[in-house]
């Protein structure tokens, strides 16, 4: 089955480490996203990437980084920096340069910072 | 001033009712809008794009005026399965790719 996956579903850290999120798609997308939700509000953007090899940083990009070293592949690693880390995160991924595409989204990773 | 925004409800609806939702937009250059919706503690899922002419989907239709920059969400006969967060998207798509903003979601609870 074509899709994103993301895992693992639940991570739990102790304050002052760093956690890989990981996320693969098989839809063949170029563009890849990391999304934040807290409860009750909106998704917010953390970073973003179009192509292999480049990414950008979204609206809330600091305490976090990734990669792409590959096309499938976008993990996201959220660093002691990150003041306030417990959240739901949203892996997406799109067609770049196809305005009408829409974004699919794995099913998530929820992580508590104990 | 936010990208898209929404009213955040809660709207609470008996089983067959019709409820409408609408969403603003700020940037007159956004290019494709979309309705997600989103299951509680799951993640967001394409519930339909909307056109420039409307469209339908069974009991769903969704409309967009570019002129007021809104798009609307209407859900006839509503059932209880259709409780759930409904969110606004809208890809603006830059030169630097597509840029999708969300808005905080409506919360729909269909009451037996």
């Known amino acids: 089955d074509g899709g994103i996956t993301q895992s693992p579903k639940y991570l739990f850290r102790k304050e002052g480490q760093n956690v890989t999120l990981s996320c693969e798609q098989n839809?063949?997308?170029?563009?890849m996203y990391w999304y934040r939700q807290d409860p009750g509000q909106g998704l917010r953007l953390i970073y973003y990437s179009q192509i292999v090899n480049d990414f950008q940083k979204g609206d809330i990009a600091e305490g976090y980084s990734v990669s792409r070293e590959k096309k499938e592949s976008f993990p996201l690693t959220v660093t002691s920096a990150q003041k306030n880390p417990t959240a739901f995160y949203l892996c997406a991924s799109s067609m770049a340069g196809v305005s009408t595409d829409t974004q699919y989204f794995g099913p998530g990773t929820r992580l508590t910072v104990l | 001033r936010k990208e898209v925004e929404q009213d955040p409800g809660p709207f609470n609806v008996p089983e067959g009712a019709t409820v409408a939702f609408n969403c603003t937009y700020s940037n007159s250059a956004s290019q494709s809008f979309f309705w997600y919706r989103q299951d509680c503690r799951k993640e967001p899922k394409l519930l339909m794009s909307?056109?420039?002419s409307g469209n339908e989907d069974g009991r769903f239709t969704a409309q967009l005026n570019r002129a007021s920059q809104y798009i609307s969400l209407l859900i006839r006969d509503s059932k209880l399965s259709d409780s759930a967060t409904y969110l606004c998207v809208v890809n603006i798509s830059p030169n630097t790719g597509n840029q999708f903003y969300f808005g905080t979601g409506t919360s729909l609870t269909v009451i037996p």
């Open positions: 909307v056109y420039s």
């Open positions: 839809l063949n997308h170029d563009a």
